[in-house]
Nanobody, 124 residues
Framework: QVYVEESGGGLVQTGGSLRLSCAVS????????IGWFRQAPGKEREFVAA????????LYADSVKARFTISRDNVENTVYLQMNSLKPEDTAVYYC?????????????????WGQGIQVTVSS
């Protein structure tokens, strides 16, 4: 069983930056993919970015490409989502999730373990 927990959300102005952290714990997760998803009020949950824990390859949604960067720290067992040039439409609850299969995916149904979510609000 793998557990994930988000931290680092908050309120930021348009154009600002935030870094979200996802602490990963539990059984060996070397072959896991760790993903970030978000859900805005009245909208469906959407994929943001994902990274394979051991291989380091990444995947991004088009809406955040070139603004967000996902990375991992193998010592701290943490995945980060650096969010730059934030826009009001980035406002959402952000979730970290773990997928035990070896290929990273944007399909949220593949992700077996989810955090509680953390609020990110971008003011205009």
């Amino acid at each position: 069983q793998v557990y994930v927990e988000e931290s680092g959300g908050g309120l930021v102005q348009t154009g600002g930056s935030l870094r979200l952290s996802c602490a990963v714990s539990g059984r060996s997760f070397g072959n896991y993919a760790i993903g970030w998803f978000r859900q805005a009020p009245g909208k469906e949950r959407e994929f943001v970015a994902a990274i394979h824990w051991s291989e380091g390859n990444t995947l991004y949604a088009d809406s955040v490409k070139a603004r967000f960067t996902i990375s991992r720290d193998n010592v701290e067992n943490t995945v980060y989502l650096q969010m730059n040039s934030l826009k009001p439409e980035d406002t959402a609850v952000y979730y970290c999730a773990a997928d035990p299969r070896p290929l990273i995916s944007s399909d949220f149904s593949r992700y077996a373990a989810w955090g509680q979510g953390i609020q990110v609000t971008v003011s205009s």
